[in-house]
């Protein structure tokens, strides 16, 4: 039996190709001992068991996930492979000094460039393609924000390029548009089938995946399950949202929900009054993200923020299909492309991703318990995970590498406050961004809120 139907477009696709490719493997067979254990078979866990096994195959690496591989965020999210990261360079030179923001950022554009490196290595049929992101402007506000961060791009040696509205519709065509800007450093992809991808080659190099294992607790060289405890050297925690399930963990990092939509295929004589051919991914200035892409099979790809934070980080699967936040998204979409008007919306699906209380995304391991960890990606993790993967196994191995000097190495966030002040926190920022979007559509002038939203964000 697959996991459930409509998790999302990308598990109905790989099993649409292959019904039996998402049968889950079998669970731990009572206790056992590995050389790492690494919690959490999304992408932050089988990158890092990747790279373990190209720095050293002789490793025994055991991965155990409660259901199957991908299928938390890694198997929900918008399919952007991006440079995104979601602590600004300029937040992170306060933070960290210049040199450190600049080496982060510039990790971040080659982390986009390896992942495509190993998918085509692999031969990992993802879908990958090199398009960029357009960022549209549709009011004053919003083109006032793109092009500051247009100008913060070229402080970090990003490549980002401010556009008028006739240079947007040589990317994009949508309702509205008075601007906007593009970055190459994005690439589409079918996240799913990369993470499958990376399945089949870690196994082929000798990696263990114990599926329908649910880590209960992690302690110093040790994992217990639900069907046994796995003692090692090392213990990877890569649980990212799940992460506040887990006994200790539970104000690591809350569980915020995003969620997405996508058309039936759209005719060619749709696509071209909507553009995107070159496979570019898209979102707008607003502060209450919107994000899309064109997928492999011609639907478009509609997601965005904004959904409840549930009251003791509530995980649960009738979350996921939120019937008001998907007609909500349907009219978003509309918006932007009146040509979609009419057309079949046959996938909604959402899940959490991980935010922790500093917005900050962090990969560290204590050398001391052995247990290490990477998230908080808040959204941002296609690439991100690539890139903790990599630390993850430098880490490990005991590499001294650039990557393990990065400013997020060994970061450690502020735990989240007790019920109910998180959830009164969370629900607040989000009723806040939701408000200036309104206020500067209605007003045309940046909202009074946006520099208390700017500082909640890591902006």
Known sequence: MTVQSGLSLWFDQVAADDPDSLLPRDPLDGDDVADVVIVGAGLTGLWTAYYLLEQDPALDVLVVEAQVAGFGASGRNGGWCSALF?????????RHGHAAAADLRAAMRDTVVEVGGVAAAEQ???????????????????????????EADARWGDESHLLGPDEVEEHV????????????????????????????????RGARLAEGTRALRLSPRAV??????????????????????????????????SHMIATEPLPPEVWAQIGLDRAQTFHDGRHLIVYGQRTTDDRLAFGGRGAPYHLSSAIRPD????????????????????VLDRAEITHRWGGPLGVSRDWSPSVGLDAETGIGWAGG?????????????????????????????????????????PEPLRWAGITAARRAAGWADRTE????????VESVLNRVLGR
């Open 124 to 150: 990992i049929d993802c879908g990958f393609a090199f398009g960029g992101t357009v960022t549209l402007a549709r009011n004053r506000p919003q083109l006032e924000r793109i092009a500051s961060e247009v």
């Open 173 to 204: 065509r949508a309702a509205g548009v008075i601007g906007g800007s593009y970055t190459p450093d994005c690439a589409r992809i079918q996240p799913l089938r990369l993470v499958r991808g990376l399945v089949e080659v870690l196994l082929s």
């Open 377 to 417: 990606y808040v959204g941002d993790g296609v690439a991100t995970t690539n890139l903790a993967g990599r630390t993850l196994a430098d880490l490990v191995t005991g590499a001294d590498s650039p990557l393990v000097r990065l400013p997020w190495v060994g970061h450690r966030s502020p735990r989240w406050e």
């Open 224 to 257: 217990v399950t639900d069907h046994g405890t796995v003692r090692a050297r090392w213990v990877i925690r890569a649980t990212e949202a799940w992460t506040s399930q887990l006994s200790g963990s539970e104000r690591e990092l809350a569980p915020v929900y």
């Open 86 to 94: 979601p602590v600004s360079g300029d937040e992170l030179a306060r």
């Open 441 to 448: 559509l209605r007003s045309g002038h940046p909202s009074r």
């Open 319 to 338: 979350y996921d299909l939120a019937e008001g936040t998907a007609e909500h998204l349907r009219r978003e979409l509309v918006a932007l492309f009146p």
